[in-house]
């Protein structure tokens, strides 16, 4: 079965700062979505990444897919106490089975 | 677009009582839905998924007589927590994704269920 390790599991930071979470896969991915989780809501779309290389933003957020489709990282520039909440990545396939996410935390 | 409502945000019930969740999507069609459960600090759970009008199939150790799930139509499905106790409490969040296995799956806000 296809497992994804998030690193890392948690994170602080202070507002202004810029920062990465990265996902990894222990096998090639068709490709790739992230999500976010307020505690206690539900999850937010963030993007999906397909083809081997690719690269998509949203306002500050950046993801981007590497070559051999293994690896994944999320950067946020200039972070907010918006950005703060736990960033899950999951496999595009069948079934969405999440890892255990990145705890982000935004100091202002 | 892709909004997808859950329903109820929250309830509290005595032990031995039988509970349903609503999951319904607002503005497409959802052909596949999925039911997951999440206890405090720890992700989520893939309890089952289900396909519009044929049963659900359920992840390796949840129990199909105590979760009923329910997806009658293409904008709705239900998860029915029977005869709740203690231990079911959680957080239950459905999600859906319309005909394409590739689109991304899309959210609910999620149910609190307290069992006293």
Not at chain 2, 83 to 91: L, R
Request: charged share 20%.
């Amino acid at each position: 079965s296809q497992e994804l390790e998030q690193s890392p599991q948690s994170l602080i930071v202070q507002e202004g700062k810029n920062l990465t979470i990265n996902c990894t896969s222990s096998k090639t991915l068709y490709g790739l979505y992230w999500y976010k989780q307020k505690y206690g809501e539900g999850l937010i779309f963030l993007m999906m990444l397909q083809k081997g290389g690719e690269e998509k933003s949203h306002e500050k957020i950046t993801a981007k897919l590497d070559e051999k489709k293994q690896q994944s990282s999320l950067h946020i520039t200039a972070s907010q106490p918006s950005h703060a909440g736990i960033y899950l990545c999951g496999p595009r396939s069948e079934k969405l089975v999440f890892g255990k996410g990145t705890k982000l935390t935004v100091n202002p | 677009g892709a909004v997808v409502s859950q329903h109820p945000s929250w309830v509290i019930c005595k032990s031995g009582t039988s509970v349903k969740i609503e999951c319904r999507s607002l503005d497409f069609q959802a052909t596949t839905m999925f039911w997951y459960r999440q206890f405090p600090k720890q992700s989520l759970m893939l309890m089952a998924t289900s396909n519009e009008g044929s049963k659900a199939t359920y992840e390796q150790g949840v129990e199909k007589d105590k979760f009923l799930i329910n997806h009658a139509s293409l904008t709705l499905s239900t998860l029915t927590v029977t005869s709740a106790h203690p231990e079911d409490s959680s957080f239950y969040i459905c999600s859906a994704r319309g005909k394409s296995r590739g689109q991304p799956q899309h959210f609910g806000d999620g149910t609190r269920l307290s069992i006293l």
